[in-house]
């Protein structure tokens, strides 16, 4: 049962415009949310993350939403550019309420295209 | 900066050998992790470490198991490869209750024949 979900397998969008990219959580206890960029033969690189105690965390172009109630969260880059294109995981942890050395669960990810 | 080195990039076996994939930290991290990463199915937890000789259970374990005998190397084995096990191997390790600080290495391409 997938405990966190990316429904959109890929997205293309214009350079310059808003990159929206959404993740549903099923876990009440998920209280840690991070977002992961991952380049064909790399391994996955942090982007950004946000506690359950928050509601929007930002830096620089990229800023993420976290709806507690919706089980919701959702990255937004702007503007986007030609070097955002790869894929974006979600990934999720009971940091602080479950144990603390447990792997991050990820969500199945989300292929960016920024179109020039 | 971390650095999370696995043994290859690029690895071909056949069906029925052993396989070992070698991950190594240099920043002394307590917790390590091996995902498989399949496409349409993400990031999948094989198996995890909180300390020397520990090791946990992920979501996907059959047909793997692991060894942790010194803290900063994690080594993921395939004891019999199938065709099967063919996907990308991501090491990442970090420090207990910083999860903002969890670093992948670069993956290892396991093909199986």
């Known amino acids: 049962d997938q405990q966190v979900k990316q429904n959109s397998p890929s997205l293309s969008v214009q350079e310059g415009r808003i990159s929206i990219l959404n993740c549903d959580y099923t876990?009440?206890?998920?209280?840690?949310f991070l977002w992961y960029k991952k380049y064909p033969a790399e391994g996955p690189t942090f982007l950004i993350s946000i506690s359950s105690i928050k509601d929007k965390n930002e830096d620089g172009r990229f800023t993420v939403f976290l709806n507690k109630s919706a089980k919701h969260l959702s990255l937004h880059i702007v503007p986007s550019q030609p070097g955002d294109s790869a894929v974006y995981f979600c990934a999720a942890s009971a940091a602080y309420s479950g144990g603390g050395a447990d792997g991050l669960t990820f969500g199945k990810g989300t292929h960016l295209i920024i179109q020039p | 900066d971390v650095k999370v080195t696995q043994s290859s990039r690029y690895l071909v076996k056949r069906t029925g050998e052993k396989v070992f994939l070698e991950c190594v930290q240099d920043?002394?991290?307590?917790?390590m992790f091996w995902y498989r990463q399949d496409p349409g199915l993400g990031l999948r937890l094989i198996y995890f470490s909180y300390d020397v000789k520990m090791k946990e259970k992920g979501d996907i374990p059959e047909g793997y198991s692991v060894s942790r005998e010194k803290k900063e190397r994690f080594s993921l084995i395939l004891e019999s490869a199938s065709t099967n096990q063919t996907s990308m191997y991501l090491c990442a390790s970090r420090p207990t209750h910083q999860f903002n600080t969890q670093c992948f290495g670069p993956g290892t391409r396991l093909t199986v024949l």
């Open positions: 876990n009440s206890m998920f209280d840690y």
């Open positions: 920043m002394d991290h307590e917790n």
